[in-house]
Each structure stands twice: as C-alpha cells, then as structure tokens.
C-alpha cells in the first residue's frame, strides 16, 4: 500500500521534481498550496508525511493527523511547527540543513556591503544624472576599519566571517554552543552588541528570542552602528528598529525578513531610506531552486528508508 505524502504549501517553487521523486518511491502525493489549516487536515486525514514550505504547523493540526510520523521543511528552520507536539507524538521532523548556507552567506555580504556603500542610493542619483552634486546622498564608512560581529556561528554564520574578513578591519563571534574558532575571536553577548560597527544575525528563531532585538537591545548597540539580518525576521521588532533608525542610534538596516511576512503595506520598515530591505531571497540560486524541492522530498524518502532498515 502506497503511503501518503501531502504537500502544504510550496511557496513560488516548482514541486514537480520532488512529486516525481516520491511517486517513483511509491508514495501517493497531493498538492494543496494552502495556508488553510481545515483545508491540510482534511485533505492530510490519512498522510504519513508533510511536506511543509510557510503553513503554520499547529498542535491542533497535529493532532488531526492521526497516521503522521514525519513533516519534511521547505526551509533550514521550524519556527512555523510546533515542534513540541511533534516530539510528543514522536513524529519527527527534518529541514534542509546547511543546503542554502553558501547563498544566504554570500547574500548576508552583498547586502551589507551595498548598505555601506549606499549601492541604491548612487544608482537612483545617476539615473537623475546626478553627477559630481552635492551633498551626496550618503558619504560612506571605510570598510576596512569597521568591526563586524556576527551573532550566530553556525554554518552560515562561519561562511558569513570567511567571507567578510577580507575586507573588515576585524570579525568578532558570539555563539553559546561555540566556544572557540581558529581564525576569528568569540566574545560575550553583551561585548558583541557594544563593540561592533556592525552586526550580521544569523541564528534560527525560537520563542525565546522574539523580538530580540527590542528597544532597550538596539539602545545597548554602539551609536551609528548597523545591523543586518538574513536570519528570521520575528528576531527584530520593527517599530524599534525604525525607531533607532529614525533618531540616528543606528545609521541603517541591511534585511532579507522582516516582522510579519509578507510585509504589510503599513510597516514602518518599508520604504524607509535608512533601510535595505529585499523579500526573503537570501537562499535563491539558481542551484537551491531546484535542491530544496529534490532534497525536501528525499528527506521523506530517506526516513522511511531507514525507518525499514533500507
């Protein structure tokens, strides 16, 4: 008897790939690409396997799904599932792990480096043939003396410092399950907020450090500094963050997520001029587009291969 997989929801991807992949494994599949929680259960009563991409996973969901045993991520997070409910049903749950570091990495660089050097704001002037006018839109710190603290030295984290290096005048750490690193120097929470010129949030995000980055957080950063965030956009609270921009305790923002995705027309983040802001593309590669849909469906594969001893 064919198992059941059940797609939720898979964003602005192509799952064909990854349907191929299951139905050549013997699964039967369904797409629903909703958000609707009475629309997964009830298409989702008999699935052994949900294929997740932005729906919210709750514990009343789960617990409708009576045959479920594992929920495969479109994502290198979980802070859509309650986990919890899943681990007490014993229902496992696998993401793509270090699949889109290389790009989020490199994304985290190319947008903190276009928000140093004001990338958009010289382009908007020279399609006004602003040349040689002053005062310019922004006059731009030298790079090379800036400190950069990276909060978060995971995969992308690490990738994000190797990166950076180069062209940083020095490259600080602070993560609790990483206590020292060859190349670069882990400091203390609180030493990576005072001492750094700028500072790249790469941590996954969990109930605890909502809004992390709150009033009294951003008020505790060194003056004009800048922060960047490529992580998860529940991290920073945006009222406080536009309201540290707007009184110049911080000199800009450099954001792929932002509170509340999609962003809603009245956030005050959005089309603010000390804000760099692009939607959640960090993991896009032309070779991601397609690995997070084949890997997606392979995680299920894999676990029920290992679940029969394959």
């Known amino acids: 008897m ?28 369904v797409r ?15 699935a052994t396997a949900l294929l997740v991409g932005y729906s919210n996973i709750s514990k009343d969901l789960i617990d409708k799904l009576e045959n479920l045993e594992v929920v495969s991520m479109l994502s290198t997070g979980t802070d859509n599932v309650d986990t919890k409910a899943l681990a007490d049903r014993k229902i496992a749950v696998v993401t793509l792990g270090a699949l889109p570091a290389e790009e989020v990495a490199t994304h985290t660089l190319a947008i903190t480096l276009a928000m140093l050097r004001g990338v958009e704001k010289f382009a908007a ?3 006004r043939l602003e040349w040689f006018k002053t005062p310019y839109p922004i006059v731009p710190p030298r790079i090379s003396i800036l400190k950069l603290g990276v909060l978060g030295f ?27 690193h060859a190349e670069f120097k882990s400091v203390s929470f609180d030493e990576l907020i005072e001492l750094s010129d700028v500072i790249s949030i790469n941590i996954p995000a969990t109930p605890e450090n909502k809004h992390m980055f709150n009033k009294d957080l951003l008020a505790a950063m060194k003056p ?15 009222d406080a963050l536009a309201s540290a921009l707007q009184s110049g305790q911080l000199a800009g923002a450099a954001l792929d997520v932002i509170d509340g995705e999609p962003a809603k027309s009245d956030n005050p983040l959005l089309n603010n001029p000390k804000v760099l802001l692009t939607p959640h593309v960090a993991y896009l590669s ?11 469906a392979q995680n299920v594969i894999d676990f029920f291969n290992a679940k029969a001893g394959k």
């Open 32 to 46: 629903l690409e909703t958000h609707n929680a009475e629309e997964i259960v009830a298409s989702a009563k008999g």
């Open 2 to 29: 064919n198992r059941l997989a059940v797609y939720t929801d898979t964003g602005d991807l192509d799952p064909s790939a990854g349907i191929e992949l299951l139905k050549a494994a013997r699964f039967e599949v």
């Open 125 to 127: 002037a020279a399609e």
């Open 286 to 296: 032309q070779f991601t587009q397609e690995a997070y849909i084949t890997v997606q």
């Open 154 to 180: 995971g995969r992308i984290g690490q990738l994000v410092a190797k990166y950076a290096a180069p062209m940083f005048g020095s490259v600080i750490f602070h993560d609790p399950f990483v206590a020292r």
């Open 224 to 238: 004009g500094s800048y922060l960047v965030n490529t992580s998860r956009g529940s991290i920073v609270d945006s």
